[in-house]
């Protein structure tokens, strides 16, 4: 497997952004080595740990104004970036990344970083990982905040809107990710230093293996490889007792009414204080970040 790593100087200076890097070795099913990169917030020691997953083609910088809300509130907070992304290493290859090994790659993660007595806040790919992790390590999360996300099993279908996301995500040429982001955005222009830093992972088309295919890789059948693992963690997630909320925006056309299922289907969802956020498009981190990171603390408070 050939990968690239992003130059730590691809990183400096960016806006509202001063974390400084943790890195750990996962390994790869060829035996590569991959670095993946996260953020450690708040006190170690902390009784609560925040976990926030972002998805496609963002990576942790996308937490950047929820980050202080959670730390001002006592909690430990962990943001990874998916291998691909941010300053995770990066694959060359579109086909070196599948569905299962993304899941594989965030597990061995999680387990090397000892992480516990999680609240997993997902959104995008965040929860098409985040969620089949926390269903195989279930010991490791106590709560799960579901945002503009699901676990998708190609039954139903995809919906229209994100059929068209993968078509263009496969033609695109030059990939445009800092667009795709102001694109999925309510709260438009984002300042030019934001936008920067959502390019800054990736110095040329080479490193935007992951971006490119990863749409592609969501289950749109019964016959997709990952349908069958999903299927079978949404097994395990009707049997989830622990607490689980919806927030999703009101303004995103590709998981728009995906709360449903989760609310219908999950035990642990009963009674819980789902909202859904006005304002807030396929990012709301960025559109709602604050009122976003103060929801999720009250559903902690709520259920601690």
């Given at each position: 497997m050939d990968v690239l790593r992003t130059p730590e100087s691809a990183f400096a200076s960016l806006p509202t952004w001063s974390y400084e890097p943790v890195y750990t070795d996962v390994t790869a099913h060829d035996g590569t080595t991959l670095r993946v990169h996260h953020v450690d917030a708040g006190p170690s020691d902390a009784n609560e740990t925040i976990l926030c997953m972002h998805g496609e083609p963002t990576w942790a910088y996308l937490y950047r104004t929820m980050i202080p809300v959670f730390v001002s509130a006592g909690h430990r907070v962990i943001a990874p970036d998916l291998v691909?992304?941010?300053?995770?290493?990066?694959?060359?290859?579109?086909?070196?990344?599948?569905?299962?090994?993304?899941?594989?790659?965030?597990?061995?993660?999680?387990?090397?970083?000892?992480?516990?007595?999680?609240?997993?806040?997902?959104?995008?790919?965040?929860?098409?990982?985040?969620?089949?992790?926390?269903?195989?390590?279930?010991?490791?999360?106590?709560?799960?905040?579901?945002?503009?996300?699901?676990?998708p099993t190609g039954d139903p279908e995809p919906n229209e809107a994100f059929l068209k996301w993968r078509e263009f995500s496969q033609k695109a040429d030059p990939f445009p990710t800092s667009a795709i982001i102001q694109g999925g955005c309510t709260s438009k222009p984002l300042a030019p230093g934001v936008l920067a830093a959502y390019d800054a992972p990736f110095p040329s088309e080479d490193y935007k293996a992951g971006p490119k295919i990863m749409p592609s890789l969501v289950p749109a059948s019964l016959n997709d490889p990952s349908s069958k693992p999903n299927r079978d963690a949404w097994e395990l997630l009707r049997s989830w007792t622990k607490p689980l909320v919806t927030m999703f925006g009101d303004s995103d056309p590709v998981t728009r009414n995906g709360e449903w299922i989760f609310r219908k289907s999950v035990p642990g969802a009963a009674g819980m204080p789902h909202q859904t956020i006005e304002g807030g498009g396929h990012f709301l981190q960025e559109d709602r970040g604050p009122e976003f990171a103060s929801a999720v603390n009250a559903f902690v408070a709520k259920t601690h």
């Open positions: 691909g992304f941010g300053r995770s290493d990066k694959p060359t290859k579109m086909t070196d990344h599948t569905y299962e090994r993304h899941v594989d790659w965030m597990s061995q993660w999680l387990l090397a970083n000892n992480l516990h007595n999680l609240t997993l806040v997902c959104q995008d790919w965040g929860g098409l990982i985040g969620l089949r992790v926390a269903m195989a390590l279930p010991q490791r999360f106590a709560r799960i905040v579901v945002a503009n996300t699901g676990m």
